[in-house]
């Protein structure tokens, strides 16, 4: 190992013993847990939300275990239990349980959103389906409204220039509704 990576292990070695000594401090002295203190801000923001993900996500207390999984395992979860248990394990006061529940409903929303990016991902290009068609059409509207058939879907970076269809096979679905 190379000296400079030493030197920058080292120091992340350090900055993590140095942040856990802060939020040891900190605890002590606010008789907070760290996202309690991030709930007493003001306001409710998308900061707010990554703040909180960002807390759980170090969080190294065992009691957070079910809920780390639960919000950073890209599906849907129940989020009144998964409040209701972050609240317990860093002693949240009912006082924050609204902003908590917000911060928690829309972490639930990227998970909700992310299982139907892999479902469409998933789902091969049907040209006998009806919506797989019109999903196709639509978005040659969007890039060409003069022509469908034609070798014009060459410039717009398909391998194959008048069946367009054959270019979804790695990212089925979602490979047509990017381009809307």
């Known amino acids: 190992m190379s000296l400079a990576k030493k030197g920058r292990k080292a120091v992340r070695a350090f900055t993590r013993l140095m942040r856990r000594i802060v939020k040891w401090l900190l605890r002590k002295l606010t008789a907070q847990s760290e996202i309690g203190r991030i ?70 929303i990227v998970n909700i959103i992310h299982e139907k990016v892999e479902s469409l991902q998933h789902t091969n290009y049907d040209p006998d389906e009806p919506t797989h068609v019109a999903l196709l059409e639509t978005l040659w509207t969007s890039l060409q409204p003069d022509a469908r058939r034609t070798n014009g879907w060459a410039p717009l970076g398909f391998q194959n220039g008048d069946k367009p269809e054959t270019d979804f096979r790695g990212m089925g679905l979602l490979g047509e509704t990017a381009g809307l």
């Open 39 to 108: 709930l007493r801000s003001d306001g409710y923001s998308s900061e707010l939300v990554q703040a909180i993900a960002q807390s759980i996500a170090r969080s190294s207390s065992s009691e957070m275990e079910r809920v780390k999984r639960a919000v950073f395992g890209k599906a849907p979860f129940d989020v009144t239990s998964t409040c209701d248990e972050l609240m317990a394990a860093k002693a949240i006061g009912d006082e924050h349980k609204p902003r908590l529940t917000w911060c928690l409903q829309v972490l639930n």
